[in-house]
């Protein structure tokens, strides 16, 4: 191939490029000069519930209970909520009084840590025997669970399960929460 141009090309290009200016510098110019980078501004997180500053007359039980921290999947929840998550321990609470039921209950949560059980049985009973024919250990248990931060969710467990006497509790992974400390 012939790399010289004919002479005709060569006054072509002569002719469109006399009045071009050479430029001044040597080096080539940016398109734009790229501003300075600036931080994304962070996510207002949203603090923590304290429990010191939740008080059990706060907190409102219903019949069925129904608890979650925020950021859980709405289909873990919805697994719970069917019984397909199946507890690996159980307490029995009912007919128990409310300081020994509290104290069990603590133990309790601390065995299912060590065993790294992630979701458990609390019978708590419907409290149709209580002096107030209000459910004492139930409204407590639903108190003492939200103020424990190992406790993900929980729910009333299903009917064939106990129902409204009784919850799961989907309990945080101790080896995730190690990692993330």
Given at each position: ?181
């Amino acid at each position: 191939m012939n790399d010289r141009l004919h002479d005709d090309d060569y006054a072509l290009f002569r002719a469109e490029v006399e009045d071009a200016q050479p430029l001044d510098r040597e080096s080539i110019e940016p398109f734009r000069e790229r501003p300075p980078p600036t931080p994304r501004p962070r996510i207002e997180e949203v603090p923590a519930e304290d429990p010191q500053l939740l008080s059990e007359s706060e907190v409102e039980t219903h019949d069925v209970l129904l608890f979650t921290r925020p950021g859980l999947q709405k289909r873990v929840l919805f697994e719970l909520q069917r019984g397909r998550i199946e507890p690996r321990l159980e307490l029995d609470l009912h007919g128990l009084t409310a300081s020994y039921a509290g104290a069990l209950l603590q133990e309790f949560l601390a065995d299912c840590a060590a065993r790294r059980v992630r979701c458990a049985k609390i019978i708590h009973g419907k409290g149709r025997g209580s002096a107030t024919r209000q459910p004492v250990l139930k409204c407590k248990v639903n108190y003492w669970l939200r103020l424990r931060p190992e406790v993900l969710a929980f729910c009333s467990a299903p009917r064939f399960d106990g129902g409204t006497g009784a919850v799961y509790v989907l309990l945080r992974n101790p080896a995730k929460a190690k990692r993330q400390r």
